[in-house]
């Protein structure tokens, strides 16, 4: 939104979008040379003596991003590197520095720096961006008075908050594996496991009503679960072989459904529960 103190009456709708070329040609070039930028919409604020969360007040123009024209000062009196400190952290270079063009001539330079909050090298990263500009030629300027720690008069800086794409994605991550354990504890498979005699049993869910059994259809019918004789055990003989000797054949029926139940009341543990022919061992 434009700010109050703005003179400029800027049409409906007005979006301020500069590519690098034309923030170099149009307003970092006019600025240094004093002349008029196409519109005044760019302010000069001294950004390393705020912090990044209170330069958006000091804009004339900008919903997500900002920008402002900044001097630069020296970190030593003699050396050519900037004073990047602020006032509770400071701004580091990142990436490489990029060339700016126009047509096939070398105009400026653009170098992206992220925000750290505390001092170096213990600084906590945070996720405020600047981008800034500077012209090509501002390493040859004229030579400053002894003292001076001035570096350049004026670079161009764009000033963003990032979205952290990251902490977004953890975040939907955390939540899809919550549903999926809700699902999979919803939808709790009856399990075979082995017993120390090598004979298969049936381990139930710790928590199974008689709705969820019918609803998982590991089992026969209401009636086959609660009679009398489908405690009546099935004898490993008659598994094993029939009056042929014919080994598949006997399988066959048992997977079918088909094998006679013989009371064997002596021995509790030897008696399976009627099991679907559906449901096969693993």
Sequence with gaps: MVSKNNPEQLP???????????????????????????ISIIPEVDVYKF???????????????????????RKYPNGVRPNR??????????????????????????KALVFYKGRPPKGIKTDWIMHEYRLSESRSQPTRP????????????RIYKKKNLGRAMEMMKVEQDTQQAEIMSAINPVEVVAATTGQQ???????????????????????????????????QNTLMTNVNGNIPQAMEKFQLGEVSHQNNSNSFLNQPIFVNPAFQFQ
């Excluded at 912090?51 to 000062?73: C, M, N, Q, S, V």
């Excluded at 602020?86 to 001539?105: E, L, P, R």
């Excluded at 002894?146 to 800086?157: I, K």
Aim: hydrophobic residues 30%.
């Design 201 to 235: 049993t049936l381990k139930l869910p710790r928590t199974c009503s008689l709705s969820h059994l019918l609803e998982m259809d590991y089992f026969g019918s209401i009636s086959q679960l609660f009679d009398e004789n489908s405690y009546n055990g099935i004898s």
């Design 51 to 73: 912090d990044p969360w209170e330069l958006p007040e000091k804009a004339e123009f900008g919903e997500k991003e900002w920008y402002f024209f900044t001097p630069r000062d």
């Design 12 to 38: 409906p709708g007005f979006r301020f979008h500069p590519t690098d070329e034309e923030l170099i040609m149009y307003y970092l070039r006019n600025q240094a040379t004093s002349r008029p930028c196409p």
């Design 146 to 157: 002894n003292g001076s720690m001035r570096l350049d008069d004026w670079v161009l800086c």
């Design 85 to 110: 400190a602020a006032v509770s952290g400071y701004w580091k270079a990142t990436g490489t520095d990029k060339a700016i063009y126009s047509g096939s001539k070398y105009v400026g330079i653009k």
